[in-house]
């Protein structure tokens, strides 16, 4: 291996080594050494973000304290290491890819920033934007001069005020819309503001890092930093006449929900790296032109999100990472060293956090804003990340930081935003949601099967759900004569964890708002076409809202929505669907949890709809609607309220209702075929009153001649299976989550999918070859019953399909 000679200049590193039988070392040469460079971060920012991830910190976190690590404060401490695996003569390799990642992701930071809303800024918002800049900026040139007399004599004094300044100014954009979406704050008044504040800021931040890095080229003249200003000022005058034209053009050529031409990225990228060329010429820095490319993108239809989803995957997760290793690599934690440079960390940090907070929370105040949500304001305005990290690397770059002032200002970026989260949730309590007392009609199921004004809250994950929820919502409303269906439909999108925040910030700009507006002239997408469509021809109320959260509390949006719209009903997409096979195969095992979670939380009744294309692949109007549904009748309140959906659903005159009720046969119950107490005084009373629901049902609803009832006797469970096969050749089937009765007792076993149910588990198992859609529905109770909260807490069984004794 090759020694490295501190006395002579390291020669130049070959690309790709021959291998190790020809006794190369593949870490001598730059392919194979800057692959396990990426590897190694990977894997260490990964894990120290699952770590990171119960205390609520963004990823940017854990790709700071990575890259730290890997440097010379921790494992670069060992020589041997720091040789091997980031010798000197790598590292031009390293910092030019890093660039070059980041020259793509400040890109897209600037597909961020839509110039169109900051003009929509309220008055207030500029107000706290403004202040959250300028008193944190007076503060750091106060720090700066404490700074050059102690841990920083000897710099440039003019471009080392302003870096400090922008250092202390500082908003990061992207990392603090996460914030906000991961605390569920981004429907708030505090979350709206901070948005808005943040984005002023954040172009306000890149203004003046310009101006610093105008100051800091090593210039003889004054008049040199004068013309790298004009230059850089005349360039984005350039841009801003000639980029906006020639990409509205690309935008209309690209409609939504068709593939972007290949032509159109690849001649994006060229111009992004044209400019990057530009500005770096100019003198102030290659990435200045990219994200300038990016802030004139029309935000406007389907090909800003397109060129996010092809660039950001590669750079977020192969080529920024070593952004973060080459930062970590410049800072040594070691060089504070002494009482005094402990002392200047701490001062800085609490510089930092007083000058962006008080200056927030005094503005604030003086705008009328409640004190609590003036101090959360001011503590999300301070949260720092990677814009801040580009901040100082070019500081430390041009020779305006040195080692132990670049330390320190990384210490400080790293505190701020880490207390950012819990210190929010300590102080700010938003407006709890109405209390579940606040609303009476929770279920479908009425006294005497009352046909009232109802809501249902249909929630979907995409497209693929669509045409089934619109064929259940045409055969849900009825004959049409009276408006008694009122629509809330939820678009769950996740939230994930990507670097660059455009695709979430502009979803997270419509959080629990509609998904469509009736004013929108742009291009709507297949979703919004569906349920507008529908809305016209149908007499429903259809009141979309969007919702975006991990998937972990996705359920709590679900029942919060649910209970802000006071649904007597959730339904909510099963998370398996069905294959070109015929069989059910799984979409996300995430979206199972979140139903299990709805289920044992819900305000109202909640039921699972199992989709095998109800009503066929498109909108079946209402003239032509001819379907069969079966409702399966054991007893139970969950069956109680299956049947009054089916009720519902009878109105409709294109739907054929068929009620099966299943009838236990005494002597072969008694004779041990179904071993349940048949005697219980609980079983007599639960009888009863299915006895009472069914009287209820035949004379109310049976005098509608497109509705079927019959009962059959059955005395074991491979009976009742028999007769629920012979049934299940219709459109949709309805049955209760946790029927009630002895027979049904004798069916509940193992199963892959326990929250489904005995009956739901039997429905889409294979076995059963049914071409129905199924409907599994849960009555609501203040309390669920504890076999009821069991299947929900069971383990998953881990077989290919659940299996069901039919001897």
């Known amino acids: 291996m090759a020694t490295e000679n501190p006395g002579q200049c390291p020669a130049p590193m070959k690309a790709t080594s021959e291998g190790v039988f020809q006794g190369n070392n593949p870490l001598d040469y730059a392919l194979p050494l800057v692959i396990v460079q990426i590897c190694l971060v990977l894997v260490l920012t990964r894990v120290l973000a699952y770590l990171l991830k119960p205390l609520r910190q963004p990823r940017v976190i854990a790709e700071i304290i990575g890259g730290v690590l890997l440097g010379p404060s921790a494992l670069g401490r060992n020589t041997d290491y720091l040789h091997a695996v980031f010798p000197k003569r790598s590292l031009p390799v390293l910092d030019t890819l890093a660039n070059l990642g980041l020259l793509f992701f400040l890109f897209l930071v600037g597909l961020e920033l839509d110039l169109q809303s900051l003009r929509r800024t309220g008055k207030k918002a500029l107000c706290i934007a403004l202040a959250g800049i300028t008193f944190p900026f007076v503060l750091g040139i106060g720090v700066s001069f404490i700074l050059q007399d102690t841990v920083a004599k000897g710099t440039r004094e003019a471009p080392f005020i302003v870096f400090m300044g922008v250092a202390m100014s500082i908003t990061a954009f992207p ?27 954040d172009v306000a931040a890149w203004i003046l890092l310009a101006l610093a890095v105008a100051l800091s080229g090593s210039g003889r003249s004054p008049l040199v930093a004068l013309w790298v200003f004009l230059c850089g000022s005349a360039f984005i005058l350039l841009m801003s006449f ?3 034209p020639i990409f509205k053009w690309m935008s209309r050529r690209c409609p939504e929900g068709e593939p972007v031409d290949e032509l159109y990225v690849c001649a ?90 008080a200056g927030t929370v005094g503005v604030s105040m003086w705008c009328k804003v409640p004190f609590s949500e003036a101090l959360a304001l001011g503590l999300l305005m301070n949260t720092k990340g990677l814009v801040e990290l580009i901040v100082l690397n070019i500081g430390k770059d041009r020779g305006v930081l040195n080692d132990q002032t670049f330390a320190i200002l990384v210490l400080m970026a790293l505190v701020t935003t880490f207390i950012t989260t819990p210190s929010v949730i300590a102080v700010y309590k938003p407006a709890k949601a109405p209390t579940k007392s606040e609303y009476k009609q929770r279920t479908i199921y009425r006294k005497g099967f009352a046909s009232s004004q109802f809501r249902m809250f249909f929630t979907f994950h995409g497209i693929r759900n669509l045409p089934t929820i619109v064929n259940l919502i045409e055969a849900t ?94 339904v909510l997409p099963f998370h398996k669907h069905m294959r070109i096979d015929g069989q059910l195969g799984t979409t996300r095992a ?96 639960a009888r009863s009153m299915d006895d009472d629901v069914i009287a209820d049902f035949k004379e109310k609803v049976m005098k509608n001649t497109t509705i079927k009832y019959e009962e059959r006797v059955v005395g074991t469970a491979s009976g009742a299976i028999e007769v629920i096969r012979e049934h299940s050749r219709c459109h949709l089937i309805l049955c209760g989550r946790m029927p009630e009765g002895e027979l049904v007792a004798s ?36 309390q669920l ?23």
């Open 477 to 570: 409303r009825g004959t049409g004569k009276k408006e008694t269906l009122t629509v809330h439909a939820m678009h769950l999108m996740e939230l994930t964890e990507r670097s660059s925040a455009i695709l979430m910030v502009h979803k997270a700009r419509r959080n629990g708002l509609p998904f469509w507006k009736k004013d929108q002239n742009v291009d709507s997408d297949q979703i919004v076409v569906a349920f507008e469509a529908f809305q016209q021809l149908s007499k429903v109320s259809i009141r979309p809202t969007t919702a975006i959260s991990a998937v972990s509390s996705m359920h709590e949006d679900i029942c919060s929505g649910a209970m802000a719209k006071k649904a007597a009903m959730i």
């Open 268 to 357: 994006t990228l060229g111009v992004v790296l044209a400019a990057g060329f530009v500005t770096d010429t100019i003198g102030i820095h290659a990435l200045f032109g990219a994200f300038v490319v990016g802030v004139l993108i029309p935000k406007e239809g389907a090909f800003a999100g397109a060129l996010v989803e092809k660039v950001e995957d590669l750079v977020s997760g192969l080529f920024l990472p070593l952004y973060f290793v080459s930062s970590g690599l410049k800072t040594n934690v070691a060089s504070i060293k002494g009482l005094q440079s402990w002392g200047l960390l701490v001062l800085v940090i609490c510089t930092a956090c007083f000058g962006k907070i």
């Open 785 to 807: 019953s504890m076999h009821s909260l069991a299947s929900l807490k069971e383990d998953e069984v881990t077989t290919d399909q659940g299996e069901y004794d039919s001897n």
């Open 747 to 782: 069916m509940r076993q193992k199963s892959e999918c326990p929250e489904m149910g005995p009956v739901g588990n039997l429905l889409i198992s294979p076995e059963m070859l049914s071409p129905a859609s199924v409907l599994v529905v849960q009555q609501y109770h203040t």
């Open 590 to 685: 995430e979206y199972r949890h979140v139903n299990r979670m709805v289920l044992e939380h819900a305000p109202c009744s909640v039921s699972i709809l199992v989709d095998r294309g109800f009503g066929g692949n498109s909108h079946v109007s209402a003239s032509n609607v001819d379907s069969q549904v079966t409702v399966l009748f054991f007893g139970g309140h969950d069956d109680h309220e299956a049947l009054a959906y089916g009720a519902r659903m009878a109105e409709h005159p294109g739907i054929n209702l068929v009620v099966v009720r299943f009838i236990l046969d005494r002597d072969m119950a008694n004779s041990g075929s179904v071993g349940v107490d048949i005697d219980e005084p609980t079983t007599i009373e």
């Open 175 to 201: 990392v603090l819309a996460r914030i906000l979406a991961e605390l569920k704050l981004l429907t708030t008044d505090v979350g709206k503001m901070a948005m808005s504040a943040a984005a002023v800021n």
């Open 242 to 244: 000639m980029i906006p």
